[in-house]
């Protein structure tokens, strides 16, 4: 029988697996790790950690590579997971897993149960909704029974435009009040219905805004730092044409741009955000990076601060006297065609190589003060 120490050797390996995603099953994983320590993978399973203990380590792993990000992935997961919910409504649709109990990681599903005796009916609404999904049928036989399970996989998006994948679980209409049972605890799983789930957002996120969740008004409530950060961060590595870039990749050309614009601008928010962020888009659509990044930032920046971005390019060629009339007429008779140019300026200057720039959270701390304000 394996002692206390390899016991949790193998809870730790097996959960390294399902944290890398190597393997999503906790029997797979257990045995798969004992057979790599050299042990028997028959072993009874009150030899081998329990499903519990595995997790145990996985919210370690968790903690450890992601910090205090999972909470803010949490918080999207259960935005998203409602206004899928409202949708759903007529199905008694109830929020399970990872973004119902808290113990999220990157990658994490939205685990949701939906009650209906025809599926086509929960796809009718996706379907109304524009959503992409597939669907899938699972036969499984437990205690010399088959079942058929029918699991509804759906791509969308969190509110700040994360990538979010969906599980609905279809089963049948009298099985709204039936209680399901954890693999992990052997307990009942923690489910939260419509009700519950708007509950428990008002008691953890007051500043969540659900009518504006309701409405699609996203850019009411939510936090843009963490969306800004996380296009930043594409840019490094990406290359770009030395001829006109000889300072290097993408990033370090829009921290220079920050840096400049910063200087020139101390206090105009909406000028520096520009600044920092006119190229997201390259590591998106490097072909029309500026559409692409406007679709990223949509509903995140304002008004003028997408005017600048939009029109950084056109400011080019205005310069270069190739813009069409009508465009530059357009460009000139803006209110905001002054600060157009200077970001025009400031965008030509971060080219040089070896200058020292601050880091993106350096960068984004100073944009979140400038928005917060004096205190």
């Not at 999904?133 to 994360?162: C, M, N, W």
């Not at 930043?232 to 990406?238: A, D, N, S, Y």
């Not at 029309?288 to 950084?312: K, P, S, W, Y």
């Not at 600060?339 to 350096?362: I, K, N, S, Y």
């Amino acid at each position: 029988m394996p002692d206390r120490k390899l016991r949790k050797r193998i809870a730790i390996d097996a959960a390294r697996m399902m944290y890398e995603r190597t393997e999503s099953e906790y029997y797979t994983a257990k045995r798969k790790a004992a057979r790599q320590l050299g042990l028997d993978p028959r072993l009874r399973p009150r030899n081998l950690p329990s499903n519990r203990e595995i997790r145990e380590q996985i919210e370690r792993l968790t903690a450890i590579h992601e910090g205090e990000s999972r909470f803010a992935n949490l918080r999207e997961m259960r935005l998203a997971a409602l206004r899928l919910m409202w949708r759903l409504a007529a199905f008694h649709p109830k929020l399970i897993g990872s973004a119902a109990t808290g113990h999220v990681r990157e990658g994490s599903d939205v685990d949701i149960h939906v009650f209906s005796d025809n599926a086509a009916a929960v796809t009718a609404i996706l379907d109304e909704d524009r959503l992409v999904y597939t669907v899938e049928r699972k036969r499984i036989i437990k205690h010399h029974q088959e079942r058929l399970f029918t699991h509804v996989h759906v791509s969308d998006r969190s509110p700040r435009g994360a990538a979010l994948q969906f599980e609905l679980t279809v089963y049948p209409r009298d099985k709204v009040s039936y209680v399901f049972k954890s693999s992990i605890t052997g307990k009942a799983i923690e489910s939260l219905t419509v009700p519950q789930l708007e509950r428990r957002i008002r008691d953890d996120y007051p500043d969540a805004d659900l009518d504006a969740l309701r409405d699609g008004d996203f850019a009411a409530w939510t936090d843009p730092i963490p969306v800004f950060k996380s296009l930043l961060e594409r840019l490094e590595g990406v290359r770009q044409n030395p001829e006109y870039h000889p300072e290097g990749d993408a990033l370090y050309h829009s921290l220079q741009a920050f840096d400049l614009a910063r200087a020139l601008r101390p206090y105009d928010e909406e000028f520096i955000t520009a600044a920092l962020l006119h190229d997201v888009g390259k590591a998106i659509d490097p072909r029309d990076h500026v559409a692409a990044a406007m679709e990223a930032l949509e509903g995140l920046v304002t008004q003028r601060t997408a005017f600048l971005i939009e029109n950084h390019m056109r400011a080019l060629e205005l310069k270069a006297g190739t813009l069409p009339v009508k465009i530059k007429s357009a460009l000139q008779s803006s209110e905001w065609f002054e600060d157009l140019m200077d970001l025009r300026d400031v965008d030509d200057q971060a080219r040089r190589t070896g200058v020292p720039v601050p880091t993106v959270d350096e960068a984004l701390e100073f944009v979140r003060c400038l928005a917060d304000g004096p205190e």
